[in-house]
């Protein structure tokens, strides 16, 4: 069964630090995986995209890297700021086609002044 | 150049009844996706429409039915809401053949009393 596993749960940080959050996937075969941020109450709006043939990709203080080999994933932020608070969610699209796109449940990343 | 549109952002219904949520998608975008997400949890892919029709569809029960217009933009009804059909309902755009560029709107807050 396809599924996209996210972890932690949640993190609370301190502002101007740096975090790293986890996302392993056993979809298979793998198109590409991309990662979003959800403001509370809000669509998720895209910072990477990554096909299975990427180990990195940046977007500003945002850095994705992808294991394709391990089914690993992970997002890091780097000098993280108070408005970094949101959900951070891992989405793994499958060769078959988008609509079979699978969501993880997201990391609530919560950052402290 | 709009990205896509929802409405209403809030509605509140009671069990029973029947509700309508509109989406306008992303100029240029001709495939519009409905999720919903759960508090806590990650968007679940409702069905997906390309040129008007239903072309995949998750696992919803009949009762959650879509449309889509000539101009692009979708509806999503639900009929004989439950307490569980409370949620946020988002709406994705993107372009046939373009799946992994999918653009949220902000979402419409379900809550059924």
């Known amino acids: 069964k396809n599924q996209v596993e996210q972890s932690p749960q949640s993190l609370i940080i301190l502002e101007g630090k740096n975090c790293t959050l986890q996302c392993n996937y056993t979809v298979s075969p793998f198109s590409n995986l991309r990662w979003y941020k959800q403001d509370t109450g809000r669509g998720p709006v895209s910072l990477t995209i990554?096909?299975?043939?990427?180990n990195t990709k940046s977007n500003g203080r945002y850095t994705a890297t992808l294991d394709a080999d391990t089914k690993q994933s992970s997002l890091h932020i780097t000098a993280s700021q108070l408005s970094d608070s949101a959900s951070y969610i891992c989405v793994v699209s499958p060769w078959t086609g988008g609509f079979k796109t699978i969501f993880g449940a997201g990391t609530r990343l919560f950052v402290k002044a | 150049d709009a990205g896509v549109t929802q409405s209403p952002t809030h509605l509140i219904k009671t069990r029973g009844q029947q509700v309508t949520l509109r989406c306008s998608p992303k100029s240029g975008h001709d495939t519009v996706s409905w999720y919903q997400q759960a508090l806590g949890q990650g968007p679940q892919f409702i069905f997906q429409?390309?040129?008007?029709?239903?072309?995949q569809r998750g696992n919803f029960p009949d009762r959650f039915s879509g449309h889509q217009f000539p101009n692009y933009s979708s509806e999503l009804n639900v009929n004989a809401l439950l307490l569980g059909d409370s949620a946020l309902y988002l709406c994705?755009?993107?372009?046939?053949?373009?799946?992994?560029?999918?653009?949220f709107g902000s979402g419409t807050q379900l809550s059924v009393l």
């Open positions: 994705a755009s993107s372009r046939t053949g373009v799946q992994e560029k999918l653009f």
């Open positions: 429409y390309y040129e008007e029709e239903e072309r």
């Open positions: 990554m096909t299975f043939s990427e």
